[in-house]
């Protein structure tokens, strides 16, 4: 794949440790905005790409098949939150989305991606 150089994202990336999670009581008491969590999973029957929007009391189940990674998911995931949000007609300026997966936090946080991140 080719890569793109992102010198200006339009988001940041927060990831907290450990500690930090478990000294907060209420992490998400001070967010603004909508709210989206996000999880990718693996079984026999695929892999699947699961989105919860909190504040737009919005579910998707996205089955990628069964060939595709955790990687994959999480980031497809991610994705879906930002289409979600662009394709809903809501005044909120700031977005939220939550995902436990470190590795893609980390891609994102970086200035190289691939054109899929």
Request: net charge positive.
């Amino acid at each position: 794949m080719k890569l793109v150089f992102n010198l200006e994202p339009k988001y940041r990336v927060t990831m907290l440790t450990r500690e930090e999670l478990t000294r907060s009581s209420g992490i998400l008491s001070d967010v603004k905005g909508l709210v989206w969590f996000t999880e990718g999973s693996r079984t026999v029957e695929g892999t699947r790409a699961w989105v919860y929007g909190q504040s737009a009391n919005r579910r998707l189940s996205i089955s990628l098949g069964k060939h595709a990674k955790i990687f994959l998911a999480e980031v497809h995931a991610i994705v879906a939150c930002a289409h979600e949000t662009e394709t809903q007609d809501r005044a909120e300026k700031y977005v939220s989305i939550c995902s436990d997966s470190q590795v893609v936090l980390k891609a994102l946080h970086t200035a190289k991606t691939s054109p899929l991140v």
